[in-house]
């Protein structure tokens, strides 16, 4: 009895300089991962055969496998479509359903283009985990496909690029995603500020917006208390990410509005405080609470634009300075908590006296802080609200 016939072994015919003529041609790469067919590059490693596309016109296309059965013979898989003359629609010509091949883990549709769509969602979420190796790991475990490591290296930079490209196309079409939010949500506010650089282009300056939805339902239903604080953007368009939040009646996060801005600075904390202003109709700010850490351009926008507002300074923000200069005190934490949640004048100044015997230095930076704007016992009555740290943003 003769042994059993093996599948043929893959082959990986990869083209170094189609490669490198792909870099060079970002806009024809982003037009096809927009407008390429997904069923296309999906059917293939879906049925995990070797499918070929050998036609494909304005009017008719058509697709074959390339498989092998065990006689060396070829498969009979096949379908072709045209459109009808007269009708304008596309019509099944011909179609053999059943493979007589056998699965050898070889695509002849799956090349750098696909691979690359294939996973750039993925590697947008998490660039450093989808690597070349993992990449080629997924392709066999996922859809039973062997492709070479080059390939799958020039599939992660097309994806890369693809990515790249997509910022300056959302970038371009920024006053239209700010028309859209006003059109499907009426009443909501957008701004959209830019300036002119030397070579008379325009260029995105700051971005703010406050849902309608959001913002009656905190004036309803929320904590008079906003968070304020900003966090820097890490992806290829830097920038500063400043966001107001609420509490609402179980203490949890309830988002308010929010900006992006090229750095956190004196100018744009008071342009976002003053748009926050308008929108919430905080007026004076007589009623409400501020959250924040001690960065001097937001102190001084509160200080200007809501006179009356009581303005807390977060402790964990005060702790973790504190903590930079004097890092090796590993008792000051349980100090430093104990005066911020102190709750009458008394027992401030019983837990300040033991900051003061622990260490003069923690003391001296403490007092520097101003502790009665973080500290519970001088908070206001009226809001009924007893958090002393900006957590939540």
């Known amino acids: 009895m003769a042994p059993p016939r093996r599948n043929r072994a893959p082959r990986f015919d990869f083209d170094d300089e189609e490669?490198?003529?792909?870099?060079?041609?970002?806009?024809?790469?982003?037009?096809?991962f927009e407008n390429e067919p997904a069923v296309v590059h999906d059917q293939g490693p879906m049925t995990k055969y070797n499918i070929r596309?050998?036609?494909?016109?304005?009017?008719?296309?058509?697709?074959?496998?390339?498989?092998?059965?065990?006689n060396e013979e070829p498969c009979h898989w096949q379908i072709y479509a045209s459109i009808l003359p007269k009708d304008k629609i596309w019509r099944v010509r011909k179609f053999i359903e059943e493979h007589t091949c056998?699965?050898?883990?070889?695509?002849?549709?799956?090349?750098?283009?696909?691979?690359?769509?294939?996973?750039?969602?993925?590697?947008?979420?998490?660039?450093?985990?989808?690597?070349?190796?993992?990449?080629?790991?997924?392709?066999?475990?996922?859809?039973g496909i062997f492709v070479s490591r080059p390939q799958c290296q020039a599939a992660r930079r097309t994806a890369l690029r693809w990515i790249e490209s997509e910022?300056?196309?959302?970038?371009?079409?920024?006053?239209?995603?700010?028309?859209?939010i006003?059109?499907?949500?009426?009443?909501?506010s957008v701004e959209v500020e830019t300036f002119q650089n030397a070579a008379g282009e325009e260029v995105f300056h700051q971005f703010y917006v406050c849902f309608?939805?959001?913002?009656?339902?905190?004036?309803?239903?929320?904590?008079?208390?906003i968070g304020l604080d900003g966090c820097f953007l890490k992806e290829r368009v830097k920038g500063q990410l400043l966001v107001a939040l609420g509490r609402d009646a179980d203490n949890g996060i309830y988002p308010i509005a929010w900006s992006v801005v090229e750095v956190e600075n004196n100018d744009n904390w008071q342009w976002f405080v003053k748009n926050l202003k308008a929108d919430l109709d905080l007026q004076d700010g007589d009623g409400y609470i501020a959250v924040s850490d001690r960065h001097h351009g937001l102190i001084r926008a509160i200080k200007i634009e809501l006179p009356k507002i009581e303005h807390r300074k977060?402790?964990?923000?005060?702790?973790?300075?504190?903590?930079?200069?004097?890092?090796?005190?590993?008792?000051?934490?349980?100090?430093?908590?104990?005066?911020?949640?102190?709750?009458?004048?008394?027992?401030?100044?019983?837990?300040?006296?033991?900051?003061?015997?622990?260490?003069?230095?923690?003391?001296?930076?403490v007092m520097a802080t101003s502790p009665r704007s973080w500290?519970?016992?001088?908070?206001?009555?009226?809001?009924?609200?007893?958090?002393?740290?900006?957590?939540?943003?």
């Open 375 to 393: 500290c519970r016992a001088f908070y206001k009555l009226g809001p009924c609200c007893e958090d002393v740290e900006n957590n939540s943003t």
């Open 182 to 188: 006003v059109e499907s949500n009426q009443g909501s």
């Open 314 to 365: 977060c402790v964990r923000h005060i702790y973790g300075n504190l903590k930079k200069k004097h890092g090796g005190k590993t008792r000051m934490k349980s100090f430093i908590w104990r005066l911020a949640w102190s709750y009458n004048e008394a027992k401030f100044q019983v837990n300040l006296d033991r900051i003061r015997n622990y260490d003069t230095g923690v003391y001296d930076d």
């Open 167 to 180: 910022y300056e196309y959302q970038f371009a079409r920024l006053r239209n995603y700010a028309a859209e």
């Open 212 to 225: 309608d939805v959001l913002r009656k339902t905190w004036k309803e239903t929320c904590r008079p208390l």
């Open 102 to 143: 056998e699965r050898n883990g070889v695509c002849e549709m799956v090349k750098v283009p696909v691979i690359a769509r294939f996973f750039v969602n993925k590697i947008r979420e998490e660039p450093e985990y989808y690597m070349p190796m993992k990449i080629e790991q997924l392709m066999k475990e996922d859809w």
């Open 19 to 32: 490669a490198e003529r792909e870099e060079h041609q970002l806009d024809q790469l982003l037009q096809e």
């Open 53 to 70: 596309q050998y036609r494909y016109d304005k009017d008719k296309i058509g697709f074959d496998c390339l498989g092998l059965d065990g």
